[in-house]
């Protein structure tokens, strides 16, 4: 395709999520009923995606411990979501500032980080609506984040918007429907579902574009180093603070849910379309596969 050809495209495609955008889109403040009592019989996340389901320290646990572990664990999530969504917006803020202002395509990113905003808000007031402390970034941790959006350019910013995006999205929609979930957060879940949607594809649709175009150098390049994300997401689905929290012994839990083969199966299933989308596209390379693999996304 040519210069002028790739640029018409992404234009059609950002007029078209810009259309979605006015027809499906949420303010939280007001489509959330955030004063709606909590249902004491509920989990706050289903029991398939819990680290520990299943596990010797889950049979152990009363219902009342493994709702707590629920809280907690959509806690360090929420608090992760709004760490990415953060890193995204300055990545994409940045992208900008070599795009044409009057386009589309720019007008959609503008769009979306908007909606991102409005997703911090949200996952920030569920997380106090919840009664749990955020998880903060600390250390290594917040240098970590902080310099990330100056070391991810060019198609790395598309990938790694889809790795942040699309393992969560595919557990959120497994999940939504399911009886034994907490309505607050069932609610939440389908508004960001919805909305993750037209951010996948817009994504999805410029690396698919420019995949094509990259030297070879950049392919492997982002092919390969994007396999650093395996162990970050595993290590981020464990954290032993939130089994601390939850009264366990977090070095303990965190083994069991290493090792724990119905969480490694939510796992796989998170990662399963966007693998498979990045195979198609020339993305994942040898480095990068080890690693998913090693870490449990790829069976």
Same mark, same amino acid.
């Given at each position: 395709?040519?210069?002028?050809?790739?640029?018409?495209?992404?234009?059609?495609?950002?007029? +078209? %999520?810009?259309?979605?955008?006015?027809?499906?889109?949420?303010?939280?403040?007001?489509?959330?009923?955030?004063?709606?009592? *909590?249902?004491?019989?509920?989990? =706050?996340?289903?029991?398939?995606?819990?680290? *520990?389901?299943?596990?010797?320290?889950?049979? +152990?646990?009363?219902?009342?411990?493994?709702?707590?572990?629920?809280?907690?664990?959509?806690?360090? /999530?929420?608090?992760?979501?709004?760490?990415?969504?953060?890193?995204?917006? $300055?990545?994409?803020?940045?992208?900008?500032?070599?795009?044409?202002?009057?386009? $589309?395509?720019?007008?959609?990113?503008?769009?979306?980080?908007?909606?991102?905003?409005?997703?911090?808000?949200?996952?920030?007031?569920?997380?106090?609506?919840?009664?749990?402390?955020?998880?903060?970034?600390?250390?290594?941790?917040? *240098?970590?984040?902080?310099?990330?959006?100056?070391?991810?350019?060019?198609?790395? /910013? @598309? /990938?790694?918007?889809?790795?942040?995006?699309?393992? =969560?999205?595919?557990?959120?929609?497994? #999940?939504?429907?399911?009886?034994?979930?907490?309505?607050?957060?069932? +609610?939440?879940?389908?508004?960001?579902?919805?909305?993750?949607?037209?951010?996948?594809?817009?994504?999805?649709?410029?690396?698919?574009?420019?995949?094509?175009?990259?030297?070879?150098?950049?392919?492997?390049?982002?092919?390969? %180093?994007?396999?650093?994300?395996?162990?970050?997401?595993?290590? *981020?689905?464990?954290?032993?603070?939130?089994?601390?929290?939850?009264?366990?012994?977090?070095?303990?839990?965190?083994?069991?849910?290493?090792?724990?083969?119905? !969480?490694?199966?939510?796992?796989?299933?998170?990662?399963?379309?966007?693998?498979? !989308?990045?195979?198609? /596209?020339?993305? #994942?390379?040898?480095?990068?596969?080890?690693? @998913?693999?090693?870490?449990? !996304?790829?069976?």
């Amino acid at each position: 395709m040519t210069e002028n050809g790739n640029v018409a495209t992404r234009e059609k495609v950002a007029e +078209r %999520l810009l259309s979605g955008s006015v027809k499906r889109s949420y303010e939280p403040a007001v489509d959330i009923d955030w004063d709606a009592p *909590l249902d004491e019989n509920k989990l =706050f996340l289903p029991e398939q995606v819990i680290s *520990l389901y299943g596990t010797p320290l889950w049979e +152990r646990m009363s219902h009342a411990q493994r709702r707590e572990l629920s809280r907690q664990e959509l806690a360090n /999530v929420l608090s992760a979501g709004i760490w990415f969504e953060n890193v995204l917006n $300055r990545m994409l803020l940045r992208e900008l500032l070599a795009e044409d202002p009057t386009g $589309r395509h720019a007008h959609y990113a503008l769009t979306e980080m908007g909606d991102e905003c409005r997703h911090m808000v949200m996952f920030g007031r569920l997380i106090d609506r919840i009664g749990v402390r955020p998880y903060r970034l600390r250390g290594l941790g917040l *240098l970590g984040v902080t310099a990330l959006p100056a070391a991810i350019r060019r198609s790395f /910013v @598309w /990938v790694a918007a889809l790795i942040g995006e699309e393992i =969560f999205d595919a557990l959120q929609r497994r #999940m939504v429907d399911a009886p034994e979930l907490e309505p607050l957060v069932s +609610r939440m879940m389908r508004i960001h579902v919805t909305e993750e949607a037209r951010h996948i594809r817009f994504a999805r649709e410029a690396l698919a574009r420019t995949a094509p175009l990259m030297s070879r150098w950049e392919r492997e390049y982002t092919g390969n %180093l994007m396999g650093i994300g395996a162990p970050l997401f595993a290590a *981020l689905f464990t954290n032993r603070h939130m089994y601390a929290r939850a009264g366990l012994d977090g070095k303990e839990a965190k083994n069991q849910a290493l090792n724990n083969p119905h !969480f490694a199966e939510a796992r796989r299933y998170g990662f399963a379309d966007l693998g498979n !989308f990045l195979e198609s /596209v020339g993305m #994942m390379r040898p480095a990068a596969r080890y690693m @998913w693999k090693r870490w449990g !996304f790829i069976a």
